[in-house]
T-cell receptor, first 113, second 112 residues
């Protein structure tokens, strides 16, 4: 089975721009979660989608949004980028929404200049 | 609220044992454990779903004390390949289903 894929792997943007990150889960997985990872903050939960519905959302401003398509692929959008948004963005997929192991993708490294 | 992991860092010699703890102030439905090596994505180790459940494979095992809202990861006879940062992820009961909250991680370094 192919693993979780994320595109692009690296991005450099400037403040004020917006960015869209993509995540393709493992085939058959219906849940996709997004995390922001920074050296000082660890893994911070952004949101989780299950069957095209956002089930949960972390404590991030409205500039962070996402969606999930009928094929379970998910996108995450960050508008009006700030320097502090520089981070590794990881998505993870799992079979169901709760109580299942999560399989992480390689991440997208976003640098905001 | 994120779980608290302890210790923050540990250095071992090959063959030594280590215990990493994960505590939550809220009721837990499940606890997940992951290992992340530098520059790589976190890799799933195991999940514990029931209070008192214990799991293990190879020389890595974990326990989950539902009443105390704690989980511990046990690494025995550590190998160089065990080096990395270990994260526990927790899920609350139904109202927070699908929302995994991770601890800050425990950095494990195994030296020859």
């Amino acid at each position: 089975k192919a693993g979780v894929t994320q595109t692009p792997r690296y991005l450099i943007k400037t403040r004020g721009q917006q960015v869209t990150l993509s995540c393709s889960p493992i085939s058959g997985h219906r849940s996709v979660s997004w995390y922001q990872q920074t050296p000082g903050q660890g893994l911070q939960f952004l949101f989780e989608y299950f069957s095209e519905t956002q089930r949960n959302k972390g404590n991030f401003p409205g500039r962070f949004s996402g969606r999930q398509f009928s094929n379970s692929r998910s996108e995450m959008n960050v508008s009006t980028l700030e320097l502090g948004d520089s981070a590794l963005y990881l998505c993870a997929s799992s079979l169901e929404s709760t109580g299942n192991e999560q399989f992480f993708g390689p991440g997208t490294r976003l640098t905001v200049l | 609220q994120q779980p608290v992991q302890s210790p923050q860092a540990v250095i071992l010699r090959e063959g030594e044992d280590a215990v990493i703890n994960c505590s939550s102030s809220k009721a837990l439905y499940s606890v997940h454990w992951y290992r992340q090596k530098h520059g790589e994505a976190p890799v799933f180790l195991m999940i514990l779903l029931k209070g008192g459940e214990q799991k293990g494979h190879d020389k890595i095992s974990a326990s989950f004390n539902e009443k105390k809202q704690q989980s511990s990861l046990y690494l025995t006879a550590s190998q160089l390949s065990y080096s990395g940062t270990y994260f526990c992820g927790t899920e609350g009961p139904n109202t927070n289903a699908g929302k995994s909250t991770f601890g800050d991680g425990t950095t494990l370094t195994v030296k020859p």
